[in-house]
């Protein structure tokens, strides 16, 4: 479903990026790091005007004639980015909700591995795991 | 039933552990002291890095530093050491006050002044723990800890303003 899978930390340096299509990767990262502004720019609006609890899902970032792209956000301020194809109509928003709620328990999980040093690139199989099945749609 | 009782103490257990281990460790004099709490402190701090992200997976976003303590009063406390914190106190700019009137690492001890100067010990690793939580969710505190009378432990939490 989803073409590309962003974790980025809280000082903006992306620790894991995987996408679909190798080639691709470069590209990606350009949009990840575009979308960390728009992401900023929510974050920094809604927190002064609302004073409601704000969910970890923010929607959709923005989206062009290719790629659309969807944000999250931690309490930790950690951010997980999802990028799909905006020709594919069949998702729905519970969907994506769903992705981002397993790959931010996968995230957790890592995080509690002793062996993962906080500020690291994320290296593990089983994270790996859990965003391919994210992008196939398991 | 017996199964949750055992899961329990097993913290207990390996806390105590932990204390036993640091302070047994080689070490050089007068100084050892201080480096000891530190080693402890630093435990405690990963740990609380790492639980952080994880206690807070199912809720929303906090929406200030109060609503963050607030939290970490009632869930977090609760989730670790079985009860919320008994009292919360703020002055509104940046210093907190939480009061645990039966702390769990202390409340099997004598309640008496026997054991009063090496309590301290005990209480360092949650020192560390409370740090390291504010610290992944973006608040740099100092966090100190003041024992009076015996299960009682108050945590002064001070938050150090970003500077600009």
């Avoid at chain 1, 790091?33 to 609302?50: F, P």
């Avoid at chain 2, 100190?144 to 299960?151: A, D, L």
């Amino acid at each position: 479903m989803a073409v590309c899978v962003a974790i980025v930390n809280r000082s903006n340096a992306p620790k894991y990026i995987a996408c679909v299509n190798p080639d691709m990767e470069l590209e990606f990262h350009y949009k990840v790091h575009t979308s960390l502004d728009v992401i900023e720019e929510r974050l920094t609006s809604t927190g002064k005007s609302n004073t409601e609890r704000q969910e970890f899902y923010l929607g959709i970032l923005y989206s062009t004639e290719e790629h659309t792209i969807y944000g999250y956000v931690t309490n930790t301020r950690t951010k997980i980015m999802i990028i799909t194809d905006t020709s594919n109509k069949l998702l729905r928003d519970n969907e994506v909700r769903a992705m981002f709620r397993k790959l931010h328990s996968a995230y957790s999980h890592i995080l509690c591995n002793p062996f993962y040093v906080p500020g690291d690139d994320i290296k593990s199989k089983y994270f790996e795991q859990v965003a391919k099945s994210v992008m196939v749609g398991g | 039933m017996t199964q949750a009782l055992a899961d329990e103490i097993l913290l207990d257990l390996i806390h105590a552990e932990i204390v036993a281990y640091a302070n047994g460790s080689p070490s050089d004099g007068e100084e050892k002291k201080d480096t000891d709490y530190s080693k402890i402190e630093l435990m405690g701090f990963s740990c609380g890095y790492r639980i952080i992200e994880r206690s807070t997976k199912d809720g929303a976003r906090f929406k200030d530093e109060l609503d963050t303590m607030k939290f970490i009063c009632t869930e977090l406390w609760a989730a670790i050491y079985k009860k919320p914190i008994d009292n919360l106190r703020t002055n509104y700019q940046g210093t907190y006050l939480l009061q645990d009137n039966s702390f769990r690492f202390l409340n099997k001890m004598s309640n008496g002044s026997q054991y009063l100067e090496s309590a301290g010990k005990y209480v360092v690793f949650t020192c560390g723990l409370l740090r390291g939580a504010l610290s992944n969710l973006g608040i740099n505190a100092i966090v100190s800890m003041e024992i009076n009378t015996m299960p009682v432990v108050k945590f002064h939490i001070q938050v150090s303003q970003p500077q600009n």
